[in-house]
């Protein structure tokens, strides 16, 4: 199968440990079968190999992205990076562009678009294999999977099929109808709309031609800021007419806000969290790395990362977007391709950060021109680079870096080190970065 995963989204939903850069779909929240801490992109790529092992996997994802991909998922699969977010038919077409121009992949070729983000079991993956069937069946027109309903619900969209058949085509679609109007669509045969999408290549793209005058992948990228941000839905979907869904019966979850999160999570509670007081149906997650005490709660979500802390009302925790969205400041956690970075402590003329490496990863070759810096390595060996001068480092060493020195730290080992920045005007754009050989 040729699999292109949906990673385009922010996802403020999960906030205090979602971001603009840390997006829910690698919050590391469930557990694998090895007992290890899991991401829903870890989750869905590891079952994607588990049924279909010899499956051609793309991520769609925002540049934001990449490093938090890198980390998780190491280079194991191919990412059509967006030089910015475009909503889902700009991401599909910039992707179809790059496996058909970049991949060669022939445009006859069947391709499943699919969210990173469901919480399903592997059923939901051979039913991808009946789709990828399906369209091997017709050269034209657009398959969807639509999910049997567990119960009435406002949050989902909803696929009206013609028949009760396992294939049929599409009457009509319903987008987050009330709970009452949802029970009627199901009495009449709706299906939930899992946001999945398959087709040939071509076929869409030649649609691409027609609607945004597509003229390959070079040329997409190059004016990609320029169009309009529109869904695959209503740019593509709203105006096909040979529109197919096939039923899936499995379990199947978009888990898009805390309260569905916390339904999908295999234990009420991640991190360093203490329950007392008799609490009935509370989850709480802690980011941070100091005790979280519960008592007495019901129907509640805690969490608690380094950008905040959230207490809420399991229901209410669903309408979370417009309240954060007035939340600011900077970032204060993010994965990189060689590890992470996590704010403690800041104030007007400091920043104080915990860096984590990677073992054989390293940061850019570069240098700062308002700040000082004082590295102090916690755990591990590495080589830190000065103006292109390598000193070995160890726990207990201390490495000071002053404003315009050229400077990295290779890790050999995993590497923590605490990184105290001083300076009058401390930002993330005062970065030179340079070539080094590595």
Not at 125 to 153: C, H, Q, S
Not at 268 to 283: K, L, R
Not at 363 to 379: A, L, N, Q
């Amino acid at each position: 199968m040729n699999i292109v995963l949906l990673s385009g989204g922010s996802g403020r939903r999960l906030w205090p440990l979602s971001n603009e850069v840390r997006s829910k779909q690698f919050i590391r929240i469930f557990t694998s079968p090895s007992g290890e801490p899991e991401s829903m992109v870890q989750r869905v790529y590891r079952q994607i190999r588990s049924v279909s092992p010899d499956s051609a996997v793309t991520v769609a994802a925002s540049r934001q992205q990449l490093s938090a991909l890198t980390n998780q998922l190491g280079d194991k699969v191919d990412v059509s990076p967006e030089p910015c977010r475009r909503d889902t038919f700009p991401a599909i077409i910039l992707s179809l562009a790059f496996l058909t121009d970049k991949k060669g992949l022939s445009p006859d070729s069947p391709v499943i678009v699919c969210p990173v983000d469901p919480y399903v079991d592997e059923d939901y993956f051979r039913a991808l294999g009946r789709l990828e069937e399906a369209v091997l069946t017709d050269e034209k027109g657009i398959f969807l999977l639509g999910t049997e309903p567990a119960f009435p619900t406002a949050k989902y969209g909803y696929i009206i099929p013609e028949s009760v058949d396992e294939i049929s085509s599409v009457l009509r679609f319903k987008e987050k109808p009330s709970e009452e109007e949802a029970e009627k669509l199901i009495k009449e045969g709706a299906l939930w709309n899992a946001g999945v999408f398959a087709f040939r290549a071509g076929y869409v793209l030649d649609i691409a031609r027609k609607l945004i005058g597509y003229n390959g992948y070079d040329d997409l990228f190059s004016r990609y800021e320029s169009l309009e941000p529109i869904s695959f839905d209503y740019a593509v979907l709203e105006k096909e007419e040979n529109i197919r869904v096939i039923r899936f019966a499995g379990e199947w979850k978009d888990v898009g806000t805390w309260n569905t999160m916390a339904e999908t999570m295999d234990k009420n509670s991640v991190g360093n969290v203490i329950f007392g007081g008799d609490c009935v149906n509370t989850t709480a997650v802690n980011d941070l790395d100091i005790p979280l005490v519960c008592m007495g709660l019901k129907d509640v979500i805690v969490a608690a990362g380094p950008d905040g802390i959230l207490v809420s009302d399991k229901h209410q925790s669903s309408y979370i977007k417009p309240i954060v969205d007035k939340v600011t400041g900077e970032i204060k956690y993010s994965e990189k391709s060689w590890g992470s970075f996590k704010v403690i402590d800041s104030g007007d003329s400091s920043i104080t950060i915990k860096v984590t490496l990677l073992p054989g990863h390293h940061m850019y070759y570069h240098s700062h021109e308002r700040r000082d810096e004082v590295w102090t390595v916690i755990t591990g060996e590495g080589t830190v680079v000065i103006d292109d001068e390598k000193r070995r480092v160890k726990a207990g060493d201390v490495v000071e870096l002053p404003a315009g020195c050229k400077h990295t730290v290779i890790a050999d080992t995993r590497l923590e080190l605490i990184e105290v920045q001083t300076g009058k005007e401390i930002s993330v754009s005062d970065k030179i970065k340079y070539d080094y050989k590595f």
